[in-house]
């Protein structure tokens, strides 16, 4: 497994942390991959827990990453192991994974949407900084669908790393996940989806958002090829 080595924490709000890591080889990641972190905590006699994060830094950098997490609940990971991490301890993780972005022709020069719900806004900002995508891409819009302004990663922090890319950024609040989530809020979604006209989408985060988005997006006829998707949880 790879190692890496913690260089930098910090504190983006009372339930989201930011780590940077940095490692004697290159990673080799391209921007919307993520790993698998290995947790050392034992879930039984042969397997530890091991949890997925997005790398949320350019693919411009090989030999240090970085990954933010939000602590939900009891979480294990999150509460036992990442936020207990010291500067210079070790990790071991597997991957890079995740495939759609090493398809050559996504995303099409032209427009772009992309739709990110909840912490999947690590997904597009780790695709926004993907070196062959700034170079490729000219005219993004961005629409974020989140809980509260203080939920994952700043909206200042949105604005300005991606105001030279992003012509269009717009945040909406919306229920927190699994607390009103209805077909009413499905259906909303759904109307928006029907109104967009662009050659590329990438849709990330909700797992019910992104069925319903990519469904409706090949019955309208468009390139599955031009679908690009990141799924963080099902209901």
């Known amino acids: 497994m790879p190692v890496a080595k913690l260089q930098k924490r910090e504190t983006l709000n009372k339930s989201t942390e930011s780590l940077s890591f940095i490692m004697e080889e290159d990673l080799g990641f391209i921007g919307g991959q993520y790993i698998i972190l290995d947790s050392k905590i034992p879930m039984n006699e042969e397997k530890n827990f091991k949890r997925a994060y997005t790398i949320a830094s350019s693919d411009e950098e090989q030999r240090s990453f970085r990954i933010v997490y939000k602590r939900l609940g009891e979480g294990l990971v999150t509460n036992q192991f990442l936020d207990n991490l010291k500067i210079d301890q070790a990790v071991s993780f597997s991957g890079p994974w995740g495939k759609f ?10 427009k772009t949407l992309m739709v990110a719900t909840d912490t999947g806004i690590a997904s597009a900002m780790s695709f926004l900084s993907s070196k062959k995508v700034k170079n490729r891409l000219k005219d993004v819009d961005l629409k974020w669908f989140v809980p509260s302004k203080d939920y994952f990663i700043s909206h200042d922090e949105i ?18 996940y699994g607390k009103g989530r209805g ?7 759904e109307s928006f989806m029907e109104q967009t006209s662009y050659d590329s989408y990438f849709l990330c985060g909700d797992g019910e958002v992104v069925r319903r988005g990519k469904d409706l997006l090949l019955k309208r006829g468009h390139d599955e090829t031009q679908i690009g998707t990141k799924v963080y949880f099902n209901k």
Do not use: C
């Not at 604005?159 to 927190?176: A, C, D, W």
């Not at 077909?183 to 979604?189: D, H, K, N, V």
């Open 101 to 110: 972005l090493k398809n050559e022709d996504f995303a099409k020069e032209g």
């Open 159 to 176: 604005s300005e790393k991606f105001s030279e890319i992003v012509g269009r950024l717009e945040i909406k609040t919306i229920p927190e």
């Open 183 to 189: 077909e009413e809020f499905y259906g909303s979604l």
